[in-house]
Protein backbone atom coordinates (compact mmCIF):
# COMPACT_ATOMS: atom_id res chain seq x y z
CA UNK A 1 0.00 0.00 0.00
CA UNK A 2 1.56 3.38 -1.16
CA UNK A 3 0.79 6.46 0.86
CA UNK A 4 -0.02 9.91 -0.33
CA UNK A 5 -0.27 13.24 1.45
CA UNK A 6 -2.69 16.22 0.03
CA UNK A 7 -2.23 19.01 2.25
CA UNK A 8 -3.63 22.35 1.58
CA UNK A 9 -0.90 25.36 1.48
CA UNK A 10 -0.21 28.55 0.37
CA UNK A 11 3.28 29.90 -0.71
CA UNK A 12 3.60 31.59 2.78
CA UNK A 13 2.92 28.71 5.10
CA UNK A 14 3.54 25.68 2.99
CA UNK A 15 6.73 25.27 5.29
CA UNK A 16 3.80 23.07 7.34
CA UNK A 17 3.31 20.59 4.80
CA UNK A 18 6.77 20.79 4.04
CA UNK A 19 6.94 19.38 7.56
CA UNK A 20 4.30 17.19 7.74
CA UNK A 21 5.70 15.62 4.21
CA UNK A 22 8.86 14.39 6.55
CA UNK A 23 6.76 13.11 9.33
CA UNK A 24 5.26 11.10 7.07
CA UNK A 25 7.73 9.44 5.03
CA UNK A 26 10.35 10.22 7.37
CA UNK A 27 14.27 10.02 6.07
CA UNK A 28 17.02 9.87 7.95
CA UNK A 29 19.51 12.74 6.76
CA UNK A 30 21.86 12.92 9.37
CA UNK A 31 25.46 12.87 8.00
CA UNK A 32 24.15 12.36 4.49
CA UNK A 33 24.80 13.80 1.28
CA UNK A 34 21.33 15.37 0.01
CA UNK A 35 20.32 16.52 -2.99
CA UNK A 36 17.10 18.79 -3.48
CA UNK A 37 16.43 18.93 -7.64
CA UNK A 38 13.48 21.17 -8.21
CA UNK A 39 11.58 21.37 -11.56
CA UNK A 40 13.56 24.31 -13.44
CA UNK A 41 12.02 23.61 -17.25
CA UNK A 42 13.42 27.44 -18.46
CA UNK A 43 14.20 30.90 -17.10
CA UNK A 44 10.52 32.57 -16.55
CA UNK A 45 9.25 34.13 -13.56
CA UNK A 46 8.18 32.95 -10.49
CA UNK A 47 4.44 33.75 -11.21
CA UNK A 48 4.55 32.06 -14.36
CA UNK A 49 4.47 28.66 -12.71
CA UNK A 50 6.74 26.65 -15.57
CA UNK A 51 8.66 26.03 -12.61
CA UNK A 52 8.83 24.68 -8.87
CA UNK A 53 7.59 27.92 -6.39
CA UNK A 54 10.69 29.38 -4.52
CA UNK A 55 8.66 29.02 -1.24
CA UNK A 56 8.68 25.71 -2.13
CA UNK A 57 12.04 25.16 -2.14
CA UNK A 58 12.76 27.47 0.26
CA UNK A 59 10.69 25.26 3.15
CA UNK A 60 11.91 22.28 1.65
CA UNK A 61 16.00 23.45 1.77
CA UNK A 62 15.22 24.23 5.78
CA UNK A 63 13.41 21.29 6.80
CA UNK A 64 16.52 19.59 5.26
CA UNK A 65 19.25 22.25 7.38
CA UNK A 66 17.52 21.18 10.58
CA UNK A 67 17.81 17.14 10.07
CA UNK A 68 22.11 17.80 10.18
CA UNK A 69 23.10 16.63 6.66
CA UNK A 70 26.69 16.51 6.10
CA UNK A 71 26.24 18.31 2.33
CA UNK A 72 23.11 19.64 0.36
CA UNK A 73 23.16 20.29 -2.90
CA UNK A 74 19.85 22.28 -5.09
CA UNK A 75 20.23 22.01 -8.58
CA UNK A 76 19.20 21.09 -12.14
CA UNK A 77 18.86 21.02 -15.70
CA UNK A 78 17.21 23.13 -17.27
CA UNK A 79 15.35 21.79 -20.60
CA UNK A 80 14.96 22.24 -23.95
CA UNK A 81 15.59 25.78 -23.93
CA UNK A 82 18.00 27.15 -21.34
CA UNK A 83 20.96 24.88 -21.13
CA UNK A 84 24.05 26.24 -21.12
CA UNK A 85 22.71 29.12 -18.95
CA UNK A 86 22.03 27.41 -15.50
CA UNK A 87 22.98 30.37 -13.45
CA UNK A 88 20.60 33.03 -14.78
CA UNK A 89 17.80 30.49 -15.24
CA UNK A 90 18.26 29.82 -11.35
CA UNK A 91 18.12 34.13 -10.89
CA UNK A 92 15.71 34.18 -13.16
CA UNK A 93 13.02 32.10 -11.58
CA UNK A 94 13.92 33.16 -7.68
CA UNK A 95 15.42 29.35 -7.34
CA UNK A 96 19.09 30.87 -6.79
CA UNK A 97 17.95 32.77 -3.84
CA UNK A 98 15.77 30.24 -2.08
CA UNK A 99 18.94 27.51 -2.97
CA UNK A 100 21.50 30.37 -1.52
CA UNK A 101 24.67 28.59 -0.56
CA UNK A 102 23.35 25.29 -1.64
CA UNK A 103 22.98 25.68 -5.38
CA UNK A 104 25.07 23.54 -7.37
CA UNK A 105 25.27 23.79 -11.63
CA UNK A 106 24.59 20.48 -11.94
CA UNK A 107 25.13 20.74 -15.82
CA UNK A 108 29.24 20.70 -15.58
CA UNK A 109 29.65 17.41 -14.58
CA UNK A 110 27.89 14.33 -15.91
CA UNK A 111 28.90 10.59 -15.24
CA UNK A 112 28.35 8.37 -18.53
CA UNK A 113 25.77 5.21 -17.91
CA UNK A 114 24.53 2.37 -20.10
CA UNK A 115 20.96 3.25 -21.25
CA UNK A 116 19.18 1.24 -23.90
CA UNK A 117 21.47 -0.71 -26.30
CA UNK A 118 18.75 -0.61 -29.00
CA UNK A 119 18.57 2.96 -28.66
CA UNK A 120 21.33 5.05 -27.44
CA UNK A 121 23.76 2.46 -25.27
CA UNK A 122 24.83 5.57 -22.99
CA UNK A 123 23.91 8.52 -21.46
CA UNK A 124 25.12 11.23 -19.58
CA UNK A 125 23.65 11.82 -15.90
CA UNK A 126 24.48 14.46 -13.53
CA UNK A 127 27.45 13.62 -11.38
CA UNK A 128 25.54 15.18 -8.14
CA UNK A 129 22.65 13.01 -8.53
CA UNK A 130 24.33 9.42 -8.58
CA UNK A 131 27.09 10.46 -5.73
CA UNK A 132 24.10 11.44 -3.47
CA UNK A 133 22.94 9.40 -0.20
CA UNK A 134 19.16 11.03 -0.33
CA UNK A 135 17.29 12.74 -3.83
CA UNK A 136 14.37 14.51 -2.84
CA UNK A 137 12.37 15.68 -6.04
CA UNK A 138 10.24 18.81 -6.49
CA UNK A 139 7.87 18.32 -9.05
CA UNK A 140 5.06 20.74 -10.49
CA UNK A 141 1.89 20.14 -10.71
CA UNK A 142 1.53 21.17 -14.82
CA UNK A 143 -0.35 19.68 -17.81
CA UNK A 144 2.03 18.40 -20.59
CA UNK A 145 1.44 18.36 -24.55
CA UNK A 146 3.38 15.11 -24.70
CA UNK A 147 3.19 13.21 -22.02
CA UNK A 148 -0.27 14.82 -20.74
CA UNK A 149 1.11 16.05 -17.43
CA UNK A 150 4.43 16.40 -15.95
CA UNK A 151 5.14 15.24 -12.01
CA UNK A 152 6.95 12.56 -10.35
CA UNK A 153 8.16 10.58 -12.72
CA UNK A 154 8.50 13.19 -15.73
CA UNK A 155 10.70 15.48 -13.22
CA UNK A 156 13.31 12.88 -13.03
CA UNK A 157 13.99 13.58 -16.70
CA UNK A 158 16.14 16.83 -15.73
CA UNK A 159 18.55 14.40 -14.55
CA UNK A 160 20.33 14.46 -17.76
CA UNK A 161 22.20 17.88 -18.51
CA UNK A 162 22.43 19.53 -22.04
CA UNK A 163 20.62 18.58 -25.30
CA UNK A 164 19.82 14.47 -24.23
CA UNK A 165 16.75 15.67 -23.52
CA UNK A 166 15.97 17.10 -26.77
CA UNK A 167 18.22 13.98 -28.43
CA UNK A 168 15.87 11.26 -26.51
CA UNK A 169 12.80 13.68 -27.45
CA UNK A 170 13.56 13.47 -31.56
CA UNK A 171 14.76 9.87 -31.16
CA UNK A 172 11.69 8.09 -29.33
CA UNK A 173 9.68 9.25 -32.77
CA UNK A 174 6.28 8.67 -31.19
CA UNK A 175 4.10 10.22 -28.05
CA UNK A 176 4.32 6.59 -26.56
CA UNK A 177 7.96 5.83 -27.03
CA UNK A 178 8.69 9.18 -25.48
CA UNK A 179 6.17 8.22 -22.08
CA UNK A 180 8.17 4.81 -22.01
CA UNK A 181 11.57 6.64 -22.55
CA UNK A 182 10.94 8.93 -19.61
CA UNK A 183 10.24 5.89 -17.20
CA UNK A 184 13.77 4.90 -18.55
CA UNK A 185 15.12 7.68 -17.53
CA UNK A 186 13.56 7.77 -14.35
CA UNK A 187 14.80 4.41 -12.97
CA UNK A 188 18.17 5.74 -13.72
CA UNK A 189 17.89 7.46 -10.36
CA UNK A 190 14.47 6.81 -7.99
CA UNK A 191 13.91 9.55 -5.60
CA UNK A 192 13.55 8.94 -2.26
CA UNK A 193 10.82 11.51 -1.60
CA UNK A 194 8.71 13.95 -3.95
CA UNK A 195 6.99 17.05 -2.47
CA UNK A 196 4.74 18.56 -5.29
CA UNK A 197 4.37 22.02 -6.00
CA UNK A 198 -0.07 22.13 -6.55
CA UNK A 199 -0.27 25.51 -4.64
CA UNK A 200 -0.96 26.95 -8.47
CA UNK A 201 -0.60 24.76 -10.77
CA UNK A 202 -0.72 24.49 -14.47
CA UNK A 203 -3.47 23.47 -17.27
CA UNK A 204 -3.90 23.74 -20.72
CA UNK A 205 -1.24 23.28 -23.21
CA UNK A 206 1.86 22.91 -21.06
CA UNK A 207 4.54 22.98 -20.25
CA UNK A 208 4.78 26.41 -20.19
CA UNK A 209 1.18 27.35 -20.76
CA UNK A 210 -0.37 30.47 -19.14
CA UNK A 211 -3.65 28.77 -18.04
CA UNK A 212 -2.90 28.74 -14.54
CA UNK A 213 -4.97 27.33 -11.36
CA UNK A 214 -5.23 28.28 -8.02
CA UNK A 215 -5.32 24.55 -6.19
CA UNK A 216 -3.90 25.58 -2.78
CA UNK A 217 -2.49 22.39 -2.22
CA UNK A 218 1.28 20.76 -1.66
CA UNK A 219 1.50 16.67 -2.42
CA UNK A 220 4.30 14.39 -0.98
CA UNK A 221 4.90 10.44 -1.32
CA UNK A 222 7.67 8.23 -1.37
CA UNK A 223 6.87 6.66 -4.06
CA UNK A 224 5.81 8.33 -7.81
CA UNK A 225 3.97 6.06 -9.53
CA UNK A 226 1.15 6.39 -6.98
CA UNK A 227 1.52 9.95 -6.72
CA UNK A 228 1.59 11.10 -10.58
CA UNK A 229 -1.95 8.40 -10.31
CA UNK A 230 -3.12 11.19 -7.53
CA UNK A 231 -2.21 14.46 -9.73
CA UNK A 232 -3.85 12.26 -12.85
CA UNK A 233 -7.04 11.69 -10.85
CA UNK A 234 -7.03 15.38 -9.62
CA UNK A 235 -7.01 16.57 -13.46
CA UNK A 236 -9.79 14.26 -14.30
CA UNK A 237 -7.87 11.12 -15.94
CA UNK A 238 -7.46 7.91 -15.44
CA UNK A 239 -4.21 7.12 -14.56
CA UNK A 240 -4.09 3.85 -16.59
CA UNK A 241 -4.58 5.58 -19.83
CA UNK A 242 -0.80 7.11 -19.26
CA UNK A 243 1.49 4.83 -21.42
CA UNK A 244 4.57 6.35 -18.94
CA UNK A 245 2.27 5.21 -15.51
CA UNK A 246 1.32 1.98 -17.15
CA UNK A 247 5.15 1.19 -18.07
CA UNK A 248 6.22 2.20 -14.34
CA UNK A 249 3.63 -0.29 -13.06
CA UNK A 250 4.62 -3.24 -15.51
CA UNK A 251 8.24 -2.54 -14.41
CA UNK A 252 7.02 -3.02 -10.49
CA UNK A 253 8.15 0.47 -9.66
CA UNK A 254 4.60 1.38 -8.12
CA UNK A 255 0.62 1.57 -8.15
CA UNK A 256 -1.94 3.73 -9.28
CA UNK A 257 -4.71 1.51 -8.49
CA UNK A 258 -6.95 3.54 -5.93
CA UNK A 259 -6.99 0.39 -3.95
CA UNK A 260 -2.96 0.20 -3.35
CA UNK A 261 -3.25 3.77 -2.15
CA UNK A 262 -4.09 5.20 1.00
CA UNK A 263 -4.17 9.07 1.33
CA UNK A 264 -3.37 11.65 4.25
CA UNK A 265 -5.78 14.36 3.39
CA UNK A 266 -8.55 14.58 0.68
CA UNK A 267 -8.61 13.58 -3.19
CA UNK A 268 -10.57 16.41 -5.14
CA UNK A 269 -11.13 16.41 -8.88
CA UNK A 270 -10.58 20.07 -10.05
CA UNK A 271 -13.73 20.65 -11.96
CA UNK A 272 -13.21 21.20 -15.90
CA UNK A 273 -9.35 21.15 -15.85
CA UNK A 274 -7.64 21.42 -19.27
CA UNK A 275 -5.42 18.46 -20.35
CA UNK A 276 -3.98 18.00 -23.28
CA UNK A 277 -4.85 15.65 -25.66
CA UNK A 278 -4.78 12.04 -24.32
CA UNK A 279 -2.41 10.99 -27.40
CA UNK A 280 0.00 13.43 -26.16
CA UNK A 281 -0.47 14.67 -29.78
CA UNK A 282 0.05 18.34 -28.36
CA UNK A 283 3.51 18.84 -28.93
CA UNK A 284 4.64 16.37 -30.93
CA UNK A 285 2.48 17.83 -33.89
CA UNK A 286 3.54 21.40 -33.00
CA UNK A 287 6.10 22.39 -36.07
CA UNK A 288 7.10 24.97 -34.09
CA UNK A 289 8.33 22.55 -30.79
CA UNK A 290 9.27 20.02 -33.15
CA UNK A 291 11.83 22.24 -35.10
CA UNK A 292 13.33 23.44 -31.73
CA UNK A 293 14.10 19.79 -30.84
CA UNK A 294 15.67 18.80 -34.07
CA UNK A 295 17.66 22.33 -34.02
CA UNK A 296 19.19 21.29 -30.24
CA UNK A 297 20.14 17.78 -31.88
CA UNK A 298 21.71 18.86 -34.52
CA UNK A 299 23.79 21.18 -32.23
CA UNK A 300 27.19 20.61 -31.66
CA UNK A 301 30.56 22.09 -29.19
CA UNK A 302 32.80 23.98 -31.18
CA UNK A 303 35.40 26.02 -28.98
CA UNK A 304 36.12 29.85 -30.74
CA UNK A 305 39.94 30.09 -31.12
CA UNK A 306 39.71 33.55 -30.58
CA UNK A 307 38.67 32.81 -26.55
CA UNK A 308 40.15 29.60 -25.98
CA UNK A 309 42.86 29.67 -23.66
CA UNK A 310 43.74 25.67 -24.20
CA UNK A 311 43.43 24.82 -20.68
CA UNK A 312 42.40 21.14 -21.55
CA UNK A 313 39.28 21.67 -18.95
CA UNK A 314 36.95 20.28 -21.51
CA UNK A 315 38.91 17.59 -22.64
CA UNK A 316 39.50 16.56 -18.80
CA UNK A 317 35.81 16.57 -18.28
CA UNK A 318 33.96 15.40 -20.99
CA UNK A 319 32.14 12.06 -19.81
CA UNK A 320 32.70 10.00 -22.73
CA UNK A 321 36.29 11.41 -24.11
CA UNK A 322 34.51 12.94 -27.43
CA UNK A 323 37.46 16.13 -27.10
CA UNK A 324 41.17 16.18 -28.38
CA UNK A 325 43.34 18.80 -28.56
CA UNK A 326 44.43 19.80 -32.07
CA UNK A 327 46.96 22.22 -32.42
CA UNK A 328 46.22 23.89 -29.19
CA UNK A 329 42.37 23.66 -29.89
CA UNK A 330 39.67 21.32 -28.71
CA UNK A 331 37.66 19.03 -31.10
CA UNK A 332 34.81 17.13 -30.56
CA UNK A 333 34.03 14.15 -32.50
CA UNK A 334 30.46 14.29 -33.53
CA UNK A 335 30.16 10.73 -33.42
CA UNK A 336 30.99 10.19 -29.96
CA UNK A 337 29.69 13.53 -28.05
CA UNK A 338 26.10 12.63 -26.41
CA UNK A 339 25.51 16.05 -26.20
CA UNK A 340 25.76 16.56 -22.90
CA UNK A 341 27.26 19.92 -23.63
CA UNK A 342 29.37 19.74 -19.99
CA UNK A 343 31.91 21.28 -22.26
CA UNK A 344 30.76 24.33 -22.55
CA UNK A 345 29.04 24.55 -18.93
CA UNK A 346 32.67 23.77 -17.55
CA UNK A 347 34.69 26.05 -19.47
CA UNK A 348 36.17 29.00 -17.58
CA UNK A 349 36.27 31.53 -20.75
CA UNK A 350 33.28 30.64 -22.24
CA UNK A 351 35.22 29.99 -25.37
CA UNK A 352 33.16 26.99 -26.12
CA UNK A 353 30.42 27.70 -28.46
CA UNK A 354 27.38 25.49 -29.66
CA UNK A 355 27.20 25.31 -33.17
S1 LIG B 1 37.76 24.60 -21.42
FE1 LIG B 1 37.45 26.33 -22.78
S2 LIG B 1 39.38 27.45 -22.75
FE2 LIG B 1 39.79 25.41 -21.90
S3 LIG B 1 40.45 24.21 -23.70
FE3 LIG B 1 38.26 23.91 -23.50
S4 LIG B 1 37.35 25.47 -24.84
FE4 LIG B 1 39.47 26.05 -24.52
S1 LIG C 1 32.06 16.98 -26.43
FE1 LIG C 1 31.03 18.26 -24.92
S2 LIG C 1 28.88 17.96 -25.35
FE2 LIG C 1 29.94 16.31 -26.36
S3 LIG C 1 29.94 14.64 -24.86
FE3 LIG C 1 31.85 15.77 -24.57
S4 LIG C 1 31.39 17.24 -22.95
FE4 LIG C 1 29.41 16.47 -23.74
Partial sequence: MHLVMIH??????????????????????????????????????????????????RAVVAAVEQRAPQEIVVGDNPGLFSYGDNESTFEKTGLMAAAGKYYRNLGDSPRPIAFLPELIPEVGVSREILDTDILISLPKFKSHGLT?????????????????????????????????????????????LFILDAVVGMEGNGPASPD??????????????????????????????????????????????????????????????????????????????????????????AADPDLCTACGLCVEHCPVEAITMEADLPVADAETCITCFCCQEICPDKAMTLD
Avoid: W
Avoid at 14 to 22: N, Q
Avoid at 28 to 41: C, Q
Avoid at 148 to 172: C, D, F, W
Avoid at 232 to 259: C, S, T, V
Fill in 212 to 301: LREIGLVLAADNAVALDGVVARMMGLEPGRLRFLQKARELGLGDFDEQKISLDGELRIIPDFKVPPLGGEAIACNEAVQEIIKGRTRVRP
Fill in 148 to 192: VMTGAIKNSYGILPGAQKARLHRMAGTPERFHELIVDVFRLRIPD
Fill in 8 to 57: PATYDNCRAAVERAFELFPQDLTGKKVVIKPNVLRASTADEHIVTHPAVL
